[in-house]
């Protein structure tokens, strides 16, 4: 049974930083894509970022406009785990923040792409 389990939520202030952490209990056989989304509520899952990737290689990254230039997505491959550093956070980026994985053949930016999912994880970004 695969799971991704995401850890390094808070409450924290306008302006400070976080990192996100997704640990897989199994390896993602087959899969070539970890992502991040988040859900606020009354909103739709929205695409944060993707990494891209065969073992411990890192092909591309890719971030939504909304985050670009401010958080940076990581793969650790001995570990099976992804990360997402998250600076200069606003009150917009409130939300659960969801990792995922899959094998992405036909676009990245969706959450029909990806086969696992975990529980998510709270941020709170206070002004």
């Known amino acids: 049974q695969m799971q991704l389990v995401e850890s390094g939520g808070g409450l924290v202030q306008a302006g400070d930083s976080l990192r996100l952490s997704c640990a897989a209990s199994e390896r993602t056989f087959g899969s070539n894509a970890m992502a991040w989304f988040r859900q606020a509520p009354g909103k739709e899952r929205e695409f944060i970022s993707r990494?891209?990737?065969?073992?411990?290689?890192?092909?591309?990254?890719d971030y939504a406009d909304s985050v670009k230039g401010r958080f940076t997505i990581s793969r650790d491959n001995a570990q099976n785990t992804v990360y997402l550093q998250m600076d200069s956070l606003k009150p917009e980026d409130t939300a659960i923040y969801y990792c995922?994985?899959?094998?992405?053949?036909?676009?990245?930016?969706?959450?029909?792409?990806?086969?696992?999912w975990g529980q998510g994880t709270q941020v709170t970004v206070s002004s």
């Open positions: 995922a994985a899959g094998r992405v053949y036909n676009g990245y930016d969706k959450a029909s792409d990806y086969d696992y």
């Open positions: 990494v891209f990737y065969n073992g411990g290689t890192i092909y591309h990254r």
